[in-house]
């Protein structure tokens, strides 16, 4: 069970692409979802928290206006990282909980951003 | 402010022995502390996880043991295995920052055979 799917898992794309990634929740409703970044070697560093119908709330330091979220259903997160550049190059990783905050996060598989 | 602390950054042991991984946390009211599995470019798997109100949990060769007192909290790992290898990430539930994880900046264990 508590199974996440990330799409795509690799994107090479050019400067000033715009770049969707989702997130499902395939066996459970996800209350939140969350995105976060990770660069090599590093810790998760968390970018968004989205609940179903309502605006995200993004991290400080985090451009709402870049990177867009949006959770139209109880299943599905989107996140579009907009006129990309090479420094938004990074592994993405979305992940998602059901029911209230002491329940754990189950991550999707993570998707490889690459910007040329 | 929201900050979690975790040691070693690297870990080596020798296959059968035990490892150790500790963390501690700045909110004295956080209740909630997971431990993940990453091994490399996948995905961050949820091995064990505690709450406030128990002091240690324990599965098969994993344990965590908690001590709200003094904020900190470890993973023990025994008779471990080459396929342990991987980077071990704990986390704290922030309850002052909207709940949300706050992660450790990870340990890599490699277990050699």
């Known amino acids: 069970g508590a199974v996440v799917s990330q799409h795509p898992s690799w994107v090479i794309c050019k400067s000033g692409t715009s770049v969707k990634i989702e997130c499902r929740s395939l066996?459970?409703?996800?209350?939140?979802m969350f995105w976060y970044r990770q660069f090599p070697k590093q810790s998760l560093m968390l970018m968004a928290t989205s609940n179903e119908g309502s605006k995200a709330t993004y991290e400080q330091g985090v451009e709402k206006d870049k990177f867009l979220i949006n959770h139209a259903s109880l299943t599905l997160s989107t996140l579009t990282v907009t006129s990309a550049h090479p420094e938004d190059s990074s592994f993405y990783i979305c992940s998602a909980q059901q029911g209230d905050s002491n329940q754990p996060q189950h991550f999707g598989d993570g998707t490889r951003l690459s910007i040329l | 402010g929201e900050n979690v602390e975790q040691h070693p950054s690297t870990l080596s042991v020798q296959e059968g022995d035990s490892a150790v991984i500790k963390c501690t946390y700045s909110d004295s009211a956080s209740n909630y502390f997971p431990w993940y599995k990453q091994e490399l470019g996948k995905r961050p798997q949820l091995i064990i996880d505690i709450r406030s109100n128990v002091g240690e949990k324990k599965d098969q060769r994993i344990a965590v043991t908690l001590n709200k007192t003094a904020k900190h909290f470890s993973l023990h790992i025994t008779e471990t295995q080459p396929e342990d290898s991987a980077v071990y990430f704990c986390a704290a539930r922030f309850m002052e920052y909207g709940n949300k994880l706050v992660f450790g900046a990870g340990t890599i264990l490699r277990v050699k055979s």
């Open positions: 066996d459970f409703q996800a209350t939140t």
